[in-house]
């Protein structure tokens, strides 16, 4: 864009003054207006349809979010009421401003403007009142377009976002022939009004955008841009394009993220080595873990190592009674290996830490193999604890005459359930609760529920449909395969799951699966090896943030690292596959979106509003910090805004918190439009003069020569701005008018926009050579030595290496050091949706 259109678009040129209160139009009555209106929609279709070339729908808010369905009819932006960016509240204050500009519409203009003689005045005044309102009021409410953002070319953070959109062309030439001493209503900046009055195809130009699949009307007609707005984008092959938030990171192999339906929105992360870390709303994490059983839970830093701290499940009752329980790998005497179900309560004085002293042990089951330990605890909604085992190991169950997982007197390969609010009549610190499946079966263990699973990893409950409360109960698990076949069950009372007769829908083991007794329960979907090795069970997506994802049983592959989704068929209750895939650069440009994520899906995750995360790590050893929890976005819909704003209670915090630095860099990042030409290097062969006089102060030191690189270049300093700079300044000083409060809110978010770049305008525009220099200032100023996520402190560094778990730290530089230089100046602390 030309100086010319900047300083025309300067915000501050739009602002409406009430200069012309004595023209006003009168009281007009809201009908006519209506008709006006609509008679006024005749008059667009007469615009040309301009060549649309192929395009991704990429529809963005001014707020820079996807667009959303109103939840109510919109009186004023009719026009996107199905599906757009404004809610009644915003409805209203357009209206309001368009009667604001209406107020300075005078009688004679409607002449001009209509430029025809005949016809009675009222005629020619609705003649004239279709092109104030086709355009002042079609610019208004193209604020609530589904592409808001391009049309006000609030995308581009080096260009003033306009106060009136982008006109194509065509349309604009034919508003200027018919309207153009409208304008100066419009508009109290005299260039452009010069321009109006001058030069017709300049003042189309400045007007214009540079993108014409987004200038107005050309962004209504397009309709791959239209056709799916506020669908699931799917990309050419079909795949459901998904983004991805990140939320925490320098995890050790997180197995587990969850919370305690306490309303104060923590999270709780697992670590596989024994730790349980609390996260805050706002991302940050407490320095003291919440619980540390390092000391007793067995697993090694080998990346195939199953055992260690594998489950957790908060009693449903914990915010009154303090109960939580946990599963994990012990080594019990020399060689026998078990995992251990037991019981912990929170602290009496710290609600961030659990009490190490508490525990209580429910039962321990031994463990024949290494492998396959199961490791999920949840609660149903009948209140009873499920404990999910493993077959015990090794390969093809083969332990006893037909494996452990078909054999009912046995506790692995299980679902086991149990009531723990209450001792049993013989001591054990649990009862059988009255309608579990085998109870009169002999030989058959009582808290036996389901059988034949094979390694249940990853179980949920779905929470239901949120209105009609569909599905709510139904356990999910990922039960992983032995050669062929993955896949995902839904668990039910008394269900044979096949294994080890079966793997997923094929016989394993042919003489059990042709036993007419098998009668197994078949599951929803199998994947085959080629897809993935090994899968993480998922949950069903009920939150509230993404309404298209509704329903969609959101799951993964640890091998392959491949995200998937499941979709019921209601009618038939089966379920089939929905591809998902990271959505392209495009999809996911929204501020702090990402799409990409490390390979190893370790496990997923629901937040107490049902928004869903998942766990995954880019090198699978249990001491490797390098675990990332990621949060679904869905790109092409949100819900409206302040829906989905859930309160959280109070946390009272003892320790120190270790503030979130996201290191993944975000799509925004890496799609920045390299729209402003690199700034001259001012050289210096000597050192740089002294700018600045001595000035009496003492307390002020005297400057310190400034380093020059390599180069002999120097870092310009923030005062050093080009002068397109100052209209931004200039803009922030605009006098108070009916839209200032606008102008002053889209300063606001673009300001916050930038602040989510890490930089305002004064950093942007400082030069490459400068980086050097700055970046060391930043990285000092988020201390490179803190520890982020999950990271180790050296006391428990220590420990681990006291247990040859981990190696001494020889290295001081770690790859995370790289990463993380590269997310300097990012604050996404103070970000919406920042927090887990
Ligand atoms: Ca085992
Ligand atoms: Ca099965």
């Known amino acids: 864009m030309s100086t010319d259109l900047d300083q025309l678009w300067d915000p501050c040129a739009t602002c409406v003054v009430r200069s012309h209160s004595d023209d006003k139009i009168g009281a007009k009555s809201h009908t006519e207006l209506r008709v006006w209106y609509r008679s006024g929609r005749l008059f667009i279709t007469i615009f040309l349809f301009t060549f649309v070339k192929d395009a991704t729908p990429h529809p963005q808010c001014l707020d820079f979010q996807p667009p959303f369905k109103p939840p109510y009819h919109l009186e004023f932006c009719k026009d996107y009421e199905k599906f757009g960016c404004c809610d009644q509240t915003t409805d209203n204050i357009i209206a309001e401003r368009y009667w604001d500009i209406m107020d300075f519409y005078e009688i004679p203009e409607y002449e001009l403007c209509d430029g025809a003689d005949e016809g009675s005045q009222l005629e020619r005044s609705v003649g004239a009142a279709n092109m104030l309102q086709t355009n002042s009021v079609k610019s208004l409410k193209i604020e609530c377009s589904p592409y808001a953002a391009h049309l006000f070319d609030a995308e581009d953070p080096y260009t003033p976002v306009r106060l009136l959109p982008g006109l194509c062309s065509n349309y604009c030439l034919e508003f200027h022939r018919k309207c153009g001493s409208v304008v100066k209503h419009l508009t109290d900046d005299p260039g452009l009004r010069d321009t109006c009055e001058k030069d017709r195809s300049k003042f189309c130009h400045l007007l214009n955008l540079a993108d014409q699949e987004y200038c107005y009307p050309n962004v209504l007609r397009n309709s791959l841009l239209n056709n799916n707005l506020g669908h699931v984008l799917a990309d050419r092959k079909g795949c459901l394009q998904l983004c991805l938030m990140e939320v925490a990171n320098g995890l050790r192999n997180p197995v587990l993220l969850l919370h305690a339906s306490d309303d104060t929105q923590r999270m709780f992360v697992a670590e596989q080595v024994g730790f349980v870390w609390v996260y805050l709303v706002d991302g940050s994490r407490l320095e003291e873990p919440f619980l540390d059983l390092s000391g007793e839970v067995l697993t090694t830093p080998w990346s195939g190592d199953e055992r260690g701290f594998l489950g957790m499940a908060f009693h449903p009752h914990y915010r009154d009674n303090g109960r939580f329980f946990v599963y994990y790998s012990v080594l019990a005497g020399q060689k026998v290996e078990k995992v251990r179900i037991s019981e912990l309560r929170v602290s009496m004085n710290d609600m961030n830490k659990a009490d190490p002293m508490s525990e209580r042990v429910i039962f321990e089951i031994e463990e024949p193999a290494a492998n396959h330990n199961g490791g999920q605890l949840l609660f149903g909604l009948d209140g009873y604890l499920y404990i999910f085992t493993g077959d015990g190991g090794k390969a093809g169950d083969p332990f006893g005459k037909f494996g452990n997982a078909q054999n009912k007197s046995a506790l692995l390969g299980k679902v086991l359930r ?158 089939s596959e929905r591809s998902v895939c990271m959505g392209n650069t495009t999809t996911c440009s929204f501020p702090g979106l990402i799409n990409h994520h490390h390979k190893f899906i370790i496990s997923f995750a629901e937040d107490q509003a049902g928004e869903l995360y998942f766990l995954a790590t880019s090198y699978s050893g249990s001491t490797s910090p390098f675990g990332t929890i990621y949060k679904f976005v869905d790109p092409s819909r949100r819900a409206p805004p302040g829906k989905c704003r859930v309160k959280a209670l109070p946390v009272k915090v003892k320790g120190k918190r270790v503030p979130f630095v996201p290191v993944e860099r975000t799509v925004f990042e890496l799609n920045e439009k390299p729209t402003r030409p690199p700034f001259k290097k001012v050289k210096f062969t000597t050192k740089p003069p002294v700018t600045s006089l001595p000035t009496t102060t003492k307390a002020s030191p005297a400057p310190l020569p400034r380093e020059t690189d390599v180069r002999g270049t120097i870092p310009m300093e923030p005062t050093q701005q080009p002068i397109r700079h100052e209209k931004t300044l200039k803009a922030k000083s605009c006098p108070k008018s009916p839209n200032a409060k606008f102008h002053k809110k889209r300063v606001k978010l673009r300001k916050e926009k930038n602040r989510q770049k890490g930089r305002d305008c004064v950093k942007k525009t400082a030069p490459r050579e400068g980086v050097n220099v700055n970046k060391v200032t930043l990285l000092e100023g988020f201390g490179v030595n803190n520890t982020l996520g999950g990271a180790t402190t050296n006391e428990q560094d220590r420990r681990l290496e006291a247990k040859g778990m981990i190696r001494g730290k020889s290295s001081p530089k770690s790859p995370r050091d790289t990463t993380r230089a590269r997310s300097w100046g990012r604050d996404r602390g103070r970000r919406r949706g920042g927090r887990m």
């Not at 009549?425 to 036996?448: H, M, S, T, W």
């Not at 999910?476 to 997923?504: H, L, T």
């Not at 929803?524 to 309404?547: L, M, N, Q």
């Not at 509704?550 to 499941?566: C, E, I, K, Q, V």
């Open 418 to 575: 149990i009531d723990v609010n209450g001792n049993s009549r013989d001591g054990k610190p649990y009862r059988i609760p009255q309608d579990n499946p085998f109870l009169i079966d002999a030989g058959v263990r009582p808290e036996v529920y389901a059988y034949g699973l094979r390694n249940p990893w990853r179980c949920s409950v779905d929470q239901g449909d949120p209105v009609s409360q569909h599905g709510r109960g139904r356990i999910f698990c990922g039960d992983v395969g032995q050669s062929r076949y993955e896949e995902i069950d839904i668990i039910e009372r008394g269900g044979n799951y096949g294994w080890r007769a079966k793997e997923g829908f094929e016989c394993f083991d042919v003489k059990l699966c042709h036993n007419s007794s098998l009668r197994d329960v078949l599951p929803i979907f199998a994947y085959d090896h080629h897809v993935g090795k090994s899968v993480t069970g998922g949950y069903v997506y009920r939150g509230c943030e993404s309404p298209n994802l509704n329903g969609l049983y959101l799951f993964g592959d640890f091998m392959s690292g491949r995200l998937m989704a499941l979709q019921e068929d209601r009618e038939s209750g089966s379920w």
